[in-house]
């Protein structure tokens, strides 16, 4: 790295709690003195993978369009992009085209099309593992377009990186496959493994959205604590829409709101089942699921009829921002059973919506939600029940939780998240920072 290196000192462990899981490193040498970058942001993804990263773009080309200064933003993007990304850039953001075959084998190409095909990315990659073979999901190399763009940071906005000199920030998201190994084939594991690990220890920095994720990284990859850096993901304020009322005018109805992709460990079955518990406690409660529908979601829907809930639940699918937003703005609460989640975005979406939340009692999610919140125990129904039961029914429960999580997002804002960026990538090429960005890279950089 041209004019420095960075050298990662003292320990994360040796901080006090509040303190963990943010990133503290210093210069051996000097840096080079401030001048204008250019950064690229990755965000080539398939259809298939819409949803959280998109979220995660989306709030980066907000975040990157608001900052002043010199610096230069270029978001790598196919030609989908300009639906949902273009309205966002402005200033010093601008989105690079790139075809959607663009640096990727014949194989390749063919297994992108099936997995987009597919809804389950792991039944695609295990349906085509015997014809095509590991080398389909070789770490693939640079396509050269970086380079010939002349950045000086790359910044791996999905999983999906690929290796390259440019100084990078990678951004794994979570490690799903670790931790709930049934929903990925053999094949599309080891990919995964290889991939994540390869592009962790290619990447200057490593960025998490908890101190949980955090620790979780460093534990599994031995990434040293001090090269992972904590951001957490802002809800996102979309560019207007039409057709905000397509779903929305029909729901007359006091509802639930469940958002995510019907994968196996968001555990809409165990939702189903706490679902039936409060109509035999002859509760009327109706629960609307959006999010796309996955190969699991005929596992759900056989459920809804044996427990006979079709006029309790409505899955309106993928819907767009817009309207997710109005569903937001009109649900009684919100509920999330998920058993595994890498930040729990609908939790702070519905904070900053001022709607009541009963969530999941796991590790990550009592990191981003705290005391603002019901939980429940997502392997237990009745555990579950009785919590929607108390957002369903308990007014002063609902104003206590909507003004705890007014509070918790109150300063988690895109402004803040995209100034954090900002001072990594300068860290990452080596260049001289300003106060603020100094004071940006120290604890606490969580909600606390």
């Known amino acids: 790295m041209a004019g420095g290196t960075a050298a990662r000192t003292g320990h994360a462990s040796r901080l006090p709690d509040r303190y963990r899981g943010?990133?503290?490193?210093?210069?051996?040498g000097s840096p080079l003195r401030q001048r204008a970058l250019r950064v690229a942001l990755d965000v080539r993804m398939p259809r298939s993978q819409w949803g959280g990263v998109q979220q995660l773009a989306q709030g980066l080309a907000q975040g990157m369009s608001g900052l002043s200064g010199d610096d230069e933003y270029l978001f790598l993007g196919y030609p989908d992009a300009v639906s949902w990304l273009d309205p966002l850039l402005a200033g010093?953001?601008?989105?690079?085209?790139?075809?959607?075959?663009?640096?990727?084998?014949?194989?390749?190409?063919?297994?992108?099309?099936?997995?987009?095909?597919?809804?389950?990315v792991a039944s695609a990659a295990g349906r085509i593992a015997g014809s095509l073979g590991?080398?389909?999901?070789?770490?693939?190399?640079?396509?050269?377009?970086?380079?010939?763009?002349?950045?000086?940071v790359v910044h791996f906005v999905t999983p999906q990186a690929y290796r390259t000199g440019v100084p990078s920030l990678y951004q794994p998201l979570d490690l799903l496959h670790v931790h709930v190994p049934e929903?990925?084939?053999?094949?599309?594991?080891?990919?995964?493994?290889?991939?994540?690990?390869?592009?962790?220890?290619?990447?200057?920095?490593?960025?998490?959205?908890?101190?949980?994720?955090?620790?979780?990284?460093?534990?599994?990859?031995?990434?040293?604590?001090?090269?992972?850096?904590?951001?957490?993901?802002?809800?996102?304020?979309?560019?207007?829409?039409?057709g905000a009322e397509q779903h929305t005018g029909r729901l007359?109805?006091?509802?639930?709101?469940?958002p995510a992709q019907t994968w196996p460990h968001k555990n809409h079955l165990g939702l189903l089942e706490a679902l039936a518990i409060l109509r035999d406690r002859n509760l009327e409660v109706r629960i609307v699921f959006t999010g796309?529908?996955?190969?699991?979601?005929?596992?759900?829907?056989?459920?809804?009829?044996e427990l006979r809930l079709e006029g309790r639940v409505?899955?309106?699918?993928?819907?767009?921002?817009?309207?997710?937003?109005?569903?937001?703005?009109?649900?009684?609460?919100?509920?999330?059973?998920?058993?595994?989640?890498?930040?729990?975005?609908?939790?702070?979406?519905?904070?900053?919506?001022?709607?009541?939340?009963?969530?999941?009692?796991?590790?990550?999610?009592?990191?981003?939600?705290?005391?603002?919140?019901?939980?429940?125990?997502?392997?237990?129904?009745?555990s579950m029940a009785d919590a929607i039961a108390r957002i369903w029914t308990d007014d002063g429960l609902c104003e206590a939780l909507r003004r705890a999580g007014h509070e918790r997002v109150r300063h988690l804002t895109w402004d803040r998240a995209a100034r954090t960026y900002r001072a990594l990538y300068r860290r990452i090429a080596g260049v001289e920072l300003t106060d603020e960005a100094r004071w940006?890279?120290?604890?606490?950089?969580l909600i606390a």
């Open 314 to 382: 409505a899955f309106l699918g993928y819907v767009d921002d817009t309207e997710l937003r109005e569903l937001y703005r009109r649900a009684t609460g919100l509920v999330f059973p998920s058993r595994f989640e890498g930040w729990g975005l609908p939790i702070v979406e519905a904070f900053a919506s001022g709607i009541p939340v009963a969530c999941s009692d796991i590790s990550v999610l009592r990191e981003v939600a705290g005391d603002a919140v019901a939980y429940f125990d997502p392997a237990d129904g009745t």
């Open 252 to 258: 007359t109805e006091r509802y639930l709101l469940y």
């Open 440 to 445: 940006l890279l120290q604890p606490p950089t």
């Open 134 to 152: 590991r080398s389909v999901l070789s770490i693939p190399n640079s396509d050269g377009l970086l380079e010939s763009l002349g950045v000086d």
């Open 22 to 28: 943010v990133l503290v490193m210093t210069f051996s």
């Open 183 to 242: 929903q990925f084939s053999t094949l599309h594991r080891h990919y995964r493994e290889t991939a994540y690990r390869t592009f962790c220890e290619q990447a200057v920095v490593v960025a998490s959205m908890t101190s949980w994720g955090r620790e979780d990284l460093a534990n599994h990859f031995g990434i040293d604590l001090n090269r992972i850096a904590v951001v957490p993901l802002p809800p996102v304020n979309a560019s207007p829409e039409t």
């Open 92 to 120: 010093r953001a601008r989105r690079v085209e790139v075809p959607p075959a663009h640096g990727r084998s014949g194989r390749r190409r063919l297994y992108d099309a099936l997995v987009a095909r597919s809804p389950s």
């Open 292 to 305: 796309r529908k996955t190969e699991h979601f005929r596992a759900i829907a056989r459920r809804v009829e």
